[in-house]
């Protein structure tokens, strides 16, 4: 059977690639149904209908729920596309009919998560109350492809250092909110907060937080140190959880390193201490990140100008 624009129009329902969608996504016909508020057998009957559709399989089902046949992967791809552009549509016409509301997906990284987030989100919510926010954290190389496919409609985080060179440049448009800092941290009343001539070697014997190896941060981290000629720390957990990473901490022993905006709210709260090294750690640009080839929608609109005025 040869497929047809036209063929495909009449055919296919939004309905049941959103269904489609969300199966893949949850791995499960019973998840999905429960997400989607349908019964198993009505979400089973549409991916039925799809395949007969496509005279192929598309999920292969097996004990750990369903996965995506090659056909499949290629079908979710342009779903993901067609479900971003409906959600713009919707915003659209809700801001028309209604004023501002509608749906943003933000994909986030640590640096952007405790400080800059929360104000962005604040200010959105008095201009537009109705507007409903998710927030997905994530690694630059699971957010970026989110966000070339529709599942996220921005991602806040650092902009990485070879930027302009990565196959991302093409497909994504990056706005430079701010610059960041680093800071080394510790609980409150760790010992080395009183010392008058603190150095990293003086530091390097305590037990460290360092970011995970695939982060941006880590990076930092391990030229921080190669910097003053020193090994990276034997005594280490790797964690970009920051309520793990706090609670590391107050044990007055353990010693991080945090993007500052991170460290700043607890620090004012006393819970954590920034060591006073002397210098500045430039970590790099916050930025924001949208798909260059789809024009956002309002509610992702007003985000974005929220996020530049906070």
Sequence with gaps: ?????????????????????????????????????????????????????????????????????????????????????????????????????????????????????????????????????????????????????????????????????????NSLTVETLYSEELCIVAGAKHPLHASQSLTLEKLHPFPWVLPTRESLLRRTADKLFAEESLSVPSNVVESLSILTNLTLMQDQETVALMPYEAASPFAEAGLLKVFKLGNSLAFGDIGCFSASGRELGPAAKLFRECLKEA
């Design 1 to 169: 059977m040869k497929y047809t624009d036209s063929s495909i129009t009449r055919k296919l329902k939004f309905h049941q690639l959103m269904v489609f969608e969300q199966v893949v996504l949850s791995g499960s016909m019973l998840r999905a149904s429960q997400m989607l508020n349908l019964t198993q057998p009505a979400v089973s009957k549409v991916i039925h209908d799809l395949e007969v559709y496509f005279d192929s399989p598309l999920l292969v089902r097996g004990n750990r729920g369903v996965v995506p046949t090659e056909l499949g992967e290629l079908v979710l791809k342009r779903a993901k596309l067609l479900m971003a552009e409906l959600r713009s549509l919707t915003d659209e016409v809700n801001a028309f009919q209604e004023g501002t509301s509608g749906h943003v997906v933000v994909g986030t990284l640590i640096s952007a998560s405790v400080s800059l987030l929360p104000k962005a989100i604040r200010l959105l919510k008095q201009r537009a109350p109705n507007v409903m926010v998710s927030l997905r954290v994530g690694q630059m190389d699971q957010l970026f492809p989110a966000v070339e496919v529709g599942d996220v409609d921005l991602v806040v985080g650092r902009v990485p250092d070879d930027w302009r060179w990565r196959d991302e440049a």
